[in-house]
């Protein structure tokens, strides 16, 4: 492929908003271009790397059995309400509706488990024709809050998703295992470096749920991790082992003390000193919704911990949670922001509390009133028994649950996640298989995506240098590059297009520079767009000596034309 047939464009600047290194390089660099707000344009040169990535996870797949399919971008609002998920992701706003012109709601596919089931129900009737796992890679539209970070988080992107029907759960497992199996060698191959951590899997809740990450500063999740037990999690379900607190002691009877202005946990701690935070427990009001009502939850937590948002959704079982609103916390408490405590609240307002004070006596805490604390506040005794539920967000440095050894932090982006639904879809759906004994049941289902377009974001995030991207081998847009520096010369052109030729029957997916520009610009283009291997060819040309550079590290030798076949064969690893 000749480099002067295809659109190249880069830029001297990086666009306005462009915040880390990955988007900042690949708009430069000319491969994505905004179209509005999470919607991209992919050049020719994107769209190479797209399709060499997605090529992978097709082979991957295919050797594990699995069918590739293509559903509908544009669903009907039914099948979305027969699985009881169009009002969640309606009030979500993550959902693009349109109306046909007779009035019936649709949708654009913000994910597929509700096209898929109906599908399979209609193919598959016997437990003899499974297993069965279909996929397929398409763009996928969500609404989402933030699109930011380029093709990180789009609001059109590309996803394969697959879907695996079994007859039990035995079946579930094995289909799980072979797509993890699949996943390591897809990220395996196309050369990012990646940690695989335990998930949260929602309020459906199961064993099974895990994210593919790539390790970047830049990463939207947080991951804590053991070097000592391989103990891994996205900090949303995260545990560690309890840090110590002081033990209360024998309990005392309860007091009440004035505390103005004192409503912090670090301000109490000023305020009484022998009273660390360990021995407080702060309560913070939730606004919990749920898809017919909502209600004020008050969520006591040991003072010197926090409290994780996506394990309290899920110990209520809620669709989300927001920190409750100070004029709502006054309305409830009946004091002022600072003073809410488990003492005397209102019977409507729901009391949960940390398993750290489970059975803890003697604990600091508000008393819904301006300008005071309680001391020796003994749950159950002077207030109402919480219901008591893992809410703790787990810490870098605490012991990890397995070894005991410090957690420790990382950041990462979420490049694959699998999941083992069981029979939520197939339940709410109505879709089944007829089992051994001729009876109708649900089929066991999993989960599998893989995000098409932000795994080469997050390569590139891992692989960039001062001067531009260095993209692995089995992505790049083409493996080898040979660049004629002036074109207008003969011997240059003749060389060159020798050597092209001459890769090109080796195998190596090789393009021909042939544009007209200055050497200094075009060594510069090279060095932002990343090709692996590039091959020069200019001035020595006559004399049949050539500079061949290796872009991770810049590296540059000359060498004899004769040798470039084995350099480069060499360079890329094979
Ligand atoms: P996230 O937590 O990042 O929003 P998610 O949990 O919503 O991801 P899934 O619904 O499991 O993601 O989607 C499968 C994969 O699709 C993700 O692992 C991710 O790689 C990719 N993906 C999800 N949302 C986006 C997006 N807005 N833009 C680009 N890729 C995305
Ligand atoms: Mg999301």
Known sequence: MRLSQILISTLRDDPADAEIPSHRLLA?????????????????????????????????????????????????????????????????????????????????????????????????????QMPVNCYQIQDKFRDEIRPRFGLMRGREFLMMDAYSFDADQ????????????????????????????????????????????????????????????????????????????????????????????????????????DWPAGRMAKTVLYRAVWKDREQLVAVMMRGDLEINEVKLTNALDALAVELATDERIEQATGAAVGFAGPVGLGDDVRLLADESLRGRSNLLTGCNETGFHCLDVNLGRDCRTPEFHDLRRARAGEGCPVSGEPLEEARGIEVGHIFKLGTKYSSAMGATFMDQGGKPQPFVMGCYGIGVSRTPAAAVEQHHDEKGIVWPVAIAPFACVVAML????????ELAARLYDE?????????????????????????????????????????????????????????????VRAKVLAALGG
């Open 503 to 563: 890769l090109r029957s080796a195998g190596v997916d090789v393009c021909l520079d042939d544009r007209a520009m200055s050497p200094g610009a075009k060594f510069k283009d090279h060095e932002l767009i990343g090709i692996p291997v590039q091959v020069f060819v200019g001035r020595k040309a006559g004399e049949g000596t050539v500079e061949l550079l290796v872009r991770r590290g810049l590296a540059k030798q000359e060498c004899a034309a004769g040798d």
């Open 28 to 128: 430069r660099a000319g491969f994505v271009v905004k179209t509005a707000a999470g919607v991209y344009t992919y050049s020719p040169l994107m769209w190479r790397v797209v399709k060499k990535f997605a090529q992978i996870v097709r082979e991957e797949l295919d050797r594990e059995g699995a069918n590739e399919v293509m559903l509908p971008i544009i669903q009907p609002k039914e099948l979305w309400v027969s699985s009881g998920r169009w009002d969640r992701y309606v009030t979500d706003g993550i959902m693009f509706t349109l109306k046909d012109r007779k009035g019936s709601e649709m949708c654009l596919g913000p994910t597929h488990e509700e096209v898929m089931t109906a599908f399979v129900d209609a193919q598959v009737n016997s437990y003899k």
């Open 170 to 273: 035995a079946g579930l497992d094995v289909a799980y295992r072979k797509m993890r199996d699949a996943y390591c060698r897809i990220f395996d191959r196309c050369g990012v470096e990646y940690t695989v951590v335990q998930a949260d899997s929602g309020a459906i809740g199961g064993a099974g749920s895990e994210e593919f990450m790539v390790i970047a500063d830049s990463g939207e999740d947080a991951i804590l991790f053991c070097r000592a037990s391989g103990y891994a999690a996205n900090v949303e379900k995260a545990t560690s082992r309890l840090p110590d607190a002081p033990a209360g002691g024998d309990a005392r009877p309860m007091a009440k003390h004035a505390t103005p202005d004192v409503r912090t946990v670090a301000q109490l701690e000023a305020f009484f000193p």
């Open 486 to 493: 002036d074109h207008k010369r003969n011997e240059q052109q």
